[in-house]
């Protein structure tokens, strides 16, 4: 039997291992031909230096053995765990001897990690805040390093530019008839599906008006129907962007989320027409 290190024997063995294991994990981080044996032991080497900073470190080495162990996920493409890490470096970014550069980065392990989820919403809020707060990185190089970050793929196709949002189809949820969407007086609901939804009205009558927006036509009658019982689902491209104009018109949509449907995640909000007429708009999210 071995005989047991004395204390201080022990925690330098786990200061040398967490520092080399840390090192090691950058190299497979940056190689471009790991196969999935060096995948994996990316991933297990990222843990064992974090479980070793635990033993011997500060709330400084293991909140960015934290941000490590994220990147090495989102490497990957596990988004729930890289977010899970993401957030417990976030959480450590409170403790003493913290740099300037630390809470930046967290926001660019979010980030990252809301890209692997596909999640286009929470990606471009904490892309944003990490260039924001890099900005004030006192030391160049610490900022220049952060840059380089934020352009290092994978961000898969988050940072990409989209085009103006499109509605493509319409579809009535529940027993709605989407050519008949009750209205209690026709011009307040013209004013938002015109001016807030961008449709343009194709014809009208006292009572009812259809309106179209690119593959979409829809009705509006004046009739004896609850509106807050009537509900269609809009599918749409550049759906953030499309929350993103509802917000500066002061609509007030709620969060974007992902839902899963028919085995297919799909990125949704949901509005409200003045008379209370429910939308929920939603568009694929890219694997």
């Known amino acids: 039997m071995l005989e047991p290190a004395n204390d201080a024997g022990r925690a330098d063995v786990h200061r040398t291992f967490a520092i080399d294991l840390f090192n090691h994990v950058w190299e497979l981080m940056e190689r471009s031909d790991r196969s999935a044996c060096d995948d994996a032991q990316m991933l297990h080497e990222a843990h064992a230096s974090r479980y070793h900073w635990g033993e011997v470190g500060t709330e400084v080495q293991m909140g960015r053995g934290e941000w490590q162990i994220s990147r090495a996920n989102a490497l990957l493409k596990q988004g729930a765990a890289s977010l899970l890490h993401a957030q417990l470096y976030l959480e450590s970014c409170s403790a003493p001897g913290m740099a300037d550069w630390d809470l930046p980065f967290a926001h660019e392990a979010l980030a990252r990690a809301y890209a692997a989820l596909g999640d286009r919403y929470q990606f ?26 934020l352009v290092t793929e994978p961000w898969f196709g988050m940072r990409e530019p989209h085009s103006e949002p499109s509605f493509i189809r ?28 961008g449709f343009a009205v194709t014809r009208q009558t006292n009572s009812n008006a259809f309106l179209r927006r690119g593959g979409v036509e829809i009705g509006l009658e004046v009739n004896n129907l609850d509106p807050e019982q009537a509900s269609c689902y809009f599918a749409v491209t550049g759906l953030i962007g499309l929350h993103n104009q509802l917000k500066a018109a002061h609509i007030a949509p709620s969060d974007v989320t992902v839902q899963v449907h028919n085995g297919s995640k799909y990125q949704v909000f949901f509005a409200q027409d003045p008379y209370g007429v429910c939308f929920c708009f939603g568009e694929p999210v890219s694997d």
């Not at 809020?125 to 900005?135: C, Q, V």
């Open 170 to 197: 319409a579809f009535p949820i529940g027993d709605t008839d989407i050519m008949r969407l009750p209205a209690k007086t026709l011009g307040p609901a013209l004013g938002y599906y015109t001016l807030v939804l």
């Open 124 to 149: 471009s809020h904490h892309y944003k805040l990490a260039a924001e707060l890099g900005g004030q990185i006192v030391d160049e190089n610490d900022r220049s390093w952060l840059q380089e970050c």
